[in-house]
C-alpha cells in the first residue's frame, strides 16, 4: 500500500521519519513536511505499458533429442 500512494503522490511522514530522523531527534534542522517529486512515475508507467503490450511467447526447448523420439514411438 505505501508503493501505491507512493505512485500516487502520497507520502506518510511515519514511513520517512524512519529515514529522515531515526534517532528521533527533535530539532529546527528536520522538516515537518517534504514535498513529493514523482521521478520515477513516468518509468513505472512505461514498464507497465510494456508489459501489458507484452506478447505470450512461450518457448519450448529439449535438451533431450531421444526423448522426442521415443515419444513419437509410443504414438505408432
Known sequence: MININLI?????????????????????????NIQH???????????????INRGFNYRVIITNPNGISAIEETKR
Open 8 to 32: 500516487n503522490g502520497i507520502l506518510s511522514m511515519e514511513d520517512l521519519s524512519l529515514i529522515v530522523n531515526p534517532s528521533k531527534l527533535k530539532g529546527n534542522f528536520i522538516p515537518d
Open 37 to 51: 517529486y514523482p521521478i520515477m512515475n513516468g518509468k513505472l508507467n512505461l514498464l507497465q505499458g510494456e508489459e
